[in-house]
Antibody
Framework: VQLVESGGLVVQPGGSLRLSCVVS????????MYWARQVPGKGLEWVSL????????HTATSVKGRFTVSRDNSKDSLFLQMNSLTTEDTALYYC???????????????????WGRGTQVTVSS | SYDVTQPPSVSVSPGQTAIITCSGD??????VSWYRQKPGHSPILVMY???KRPSGIPERFSASNSGNTATLTISGTQVMDEADYYC??????????FGGGTKLTVL
């Protein structure tokens, strides 16, 4: 299983960025996928979840209305469109694989089975 | 929003048992996962659905979840276990919640 994130850059406040995550080693469209982030030296924060068929999408309150997750199963790729960026969005962004196609957290299927190495997003003027 | 709390740090001598807690309101009614993160590396899953170990995680790792507290236990702690450990569960307003992390020092 491999997950490789890309697209992280230095961007000005108010700017936009699109992150990508290309996966290999598993059947991408069989799994729920996640984005999470981590400010250097700080803890982990969940950002977004997308079901295998894109029918279920959940986004953290801190980024709702600004960040949009999507996926292209034909290209084994996950994306995160980030708009209206602020300095508080500066972080290392991880792509992660769920354990199955289920996106029901109450049933115990919301956890991060495998993680990528992350891509750094820096929002600064 | 739902919050879970971890102690900032835990220290243990090599060979002893390390216990890391994660506390939240009626946490025992939710599933909890645990992750280990070493400096400069991505997190890795060490426990899921309260007490299940992924393949490749040593048997010295165990976990439980009851009442308001989930616990990660590392028996016979080794120097290689030194890392940050995060618990994770789910909430309502914020779907997925991480604890603040616990720095495990083995000395």
């Amino acid at each position: 299983v491999q997950l490789v994130e890309s697209g992280g850059l230095v961007v000005q406040p108010g700017g936009s960025l699109r992150l990508s995550c290309v996966v290999s080693g598993f059947t991408f469209d069989d799994f729920t996928m996640y984005w999470a982030r981590q400010v250097p030296g700080k803890g982990l924060e969940w950002v977004s979840l997308i079901s295998w068929d894109s029918n279920v999408i959940h986004t953290a309150t801190s980024v709702k209305g600004r960040f949009t997750v999507s996926r292209d199963n034909s290209k084994d790729s996950l994306f995160l469109q980030m708009n209206s960026l602020t300095t508080e969005d500066t972080a290392l962004y991880y792509c992660a694989k769920g354990p199955n196609s289920v996106s029901d957290c109450g049933g115990g299927s919301c956890y991060f089975e495998s993680w990528g190495r992350g891509t750094q997003v820096t929002v600064s003027s | 929003s739902y919050d879970v709390t971890q102690p900032p740090s835990v220290s243990v001598s090599p060979g002893q048992t390390a216990i890391i807690t994660c506390s939240g309101d009626e946490l025992g009614d939710k599933y909890v996962s645990w992750y280990r993160q070493k400096p400069g590396h991505s997190p890795i899953l060490v426990m899921y659905q309260d007490n299940k170990r992924p393949s490749g995680i040593p048997e010295r790792f165990s976990a439980s979840n009851s009442g308001n507290t989930a616990t990660l236990t590392i028996s016979g702690t080794q120097v290689m276990d030194e890392a940050d450990y995060y618990c994770q569960t789910w909430g309502s307003a914020t779907l997925i919640v991480f604890g603040g992390g616990t720095k495990l020092t083995v000395l």
